[in-house]
């Protein structure tokens, strides 16, 4: 791939702000570089800007280098950056399976980029021959979600290698979920592809939602422009220390990613007893969809009782479904229990 041919010629001419952090470089003791107040340590300092400690965590979790691994704040950022990095406005597109992730195309609508959708089959299955078919010379990224959101499901791996192998442009496989599936990470692939950015978070199985870490890995040059693009000290130094902390437990997190794929099946097989229930789709998440009878109402009556699940019945593809998140074995059997008594 020619990324100078991809990229927004804005972005490929930039020169980015240089921090007071990125000029020093070594050992020192005395910081008086950056006019912090020293009498709050640790948080009166300014962050990693590059979050080293954190990369080097990452790389030996996913194999990969770090110069091949950027950190945001949330995947919100890495999807905002994609659409400033390769779209220019009111001029490129970019194309998404149908139904999705609601963020990319939110993040596209804020920077005027135009949104090509394509439907998956009524399986959710990824069919690659129709999302190339939308494709242009102003198509620049192409969102894959696997294991996709709302449907639950990995989509098949050699439809994503076919829109990998043709697509000239950047293919983005969002991973958000991938810890809880079967099938290894695409980021082994990454050396096999030059177009391909593989985004995960630290939101989901890593139970750090409220701190807001998000990553990339892809090619090291397209990693250098979103080091270029992004905010100076985009994870603030918290976060950076919460998400280093997790990584060096990954028993726990091990833990819970078992605890909540047992459950996930318990609640599968509850959920197709109870006669509201038309199908309950294959999941490789922390979440079922379920296609049920009056799935509006149940929803309503869910949240008169206090539990709040997703409506998604008015979504393509998903008429009648409600999107249901694993929770604690407790919260699962109270969810059961009040959907039966809804009954
Ligand atoms: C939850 C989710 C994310 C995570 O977003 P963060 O901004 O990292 O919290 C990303 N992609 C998909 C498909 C998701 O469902």
């Known amino acids: ?58 790389s030996k979790l996913r194999g990969v280098a770090e110069k091949q691994i950027f950190v945001g704040n949330g995947s919100d950022e890495v999807i905002d950056l994609l659409f400033r990095i390769f779209c220019e406005p009111g001029v490129d597109n970019y194309i998404a399976i149908n139904p999705t992730y609601g963020m990319y195309k939110v993040q596209a609508d804020i920077n005027n980029v135009e949104y090509r959708s394509v439907d998956l089959d009524h399986n959710f299955n990824l069919i690659a021959e129709r999302v190339l078919d939308q494709v242009d010379s102003n198509s620049k990224i192409i969102f894959i979600c696997s294991p996709n959101n709302p449907s639950g499901n990995i989509l098949n791996r050699d439809q994503i290698k076919v829109i990998l192998d043709s697509f000239n442009g950047v293919v983005v496989v969002d991973e958000a979920y991938i810890d809880f599936a079967s099938e290894p990470s695409f980021c082994e692939e990454l050396s096999n592809y030059s177009n391909l950015l593989v985004m995960q978070t630290m939101s989901k199985a890593w139970g750090l939602a409220g701190a807001r870490v998000g990553m990339a890995y892809g090619s090291s040059d397209i990693i250098e422009l979103f080091n ?57 998440s922390n979440f079922l969809l379920v296609k049920s009878l009056k799935a509006s109402e149940i929803f309503t009556e869910l949240l008169k009782r206090g539990i709040v699940v997703r409506d998604r019945s008015k979504v393509v593809l998903c008429d009648d479904c409600l999107r249901i998140t694993i929770g604690t074995e407790d919260e699962n059997q109270q969810l059961i229990s009040v959907l039966k008594e809804i009954i």
């Open 228 to 284: 270029r693009v992004k905010f100076p000290y985009n994870v603030n130094l918290l976060s950076q220390r919460a998400a280093v902390d997790m990584l060096r437990k990954r028993d726990q997190v091990e833990d819970w990613i078992k605890s909540i794929v047992e459950q996930r099946e318990w609640m599968r097989g509850e959920l197709l007893l109870l006669p509201m229930t038309i199908n309950v789709y294959p999941s490789d």
């Open 1 to 58: 791939m020619d990324l100078k041919a991809i990229v927004r010629e804005n972005i490929w001419k930039l020169k980015p702000y240089s921090c007071a952090r990125d000029e020093f470089d070594g050992e020192a003791s005395i910081f008086l570089d950056a006019n912090e107040n020293p009498f709050n340590e640790p948080i009166c300092r300014y962050p990693d800007p590059l979050q080293l400690e954190l990369k080097e965590e990452l």
